[in-house]
């Protein structure tokens, strides 16, 4: 719920990126708390901003990884073989 939230408010076409920080994460705690399942627990804009945080270093660290294994472009293999 929270990339969505995340997603959601960044890629408004109306405000689009011109939004001041504390404006852009005021909008992304109101979208969590207005979507978010009845289980999940109330956050804080704080606690969002850590949760949002740790997944955007986990997906950094993912997307380097990707990249390197993309640069390696050994010769003789096909993309199926890459894939494998």
């Known amino acids: ?5 995340w997603l959601n408010i960044s890629l408004d076409v109306v405000q689009g990126n011109e939004q001041k920080s504390k404006t852009y994460l005021q909008r992304v705690c109101e979208f ?10 109330i956050r ?7 949760c949002w945080s740790a997944i955007q270093l ?7 990884c990707f990249a390197q294994i993309e640069r390696l472009n050994q010769s003789g293999l096909t993309e199926k073989d890459k894939d494998s």
């Open 58 to 64: 986990a997906t950094n660290k993912f997307c380097g």
């Open 44 to 50: 804080s804009q704080n606690s969002l901003i850590n």
């Open 1 to 5: 719920m929270i990339i969505s939230a």
């Open 32 to 41: 969590f708390h207005e979507y978010k399942p009845k289980s999940c627990p």
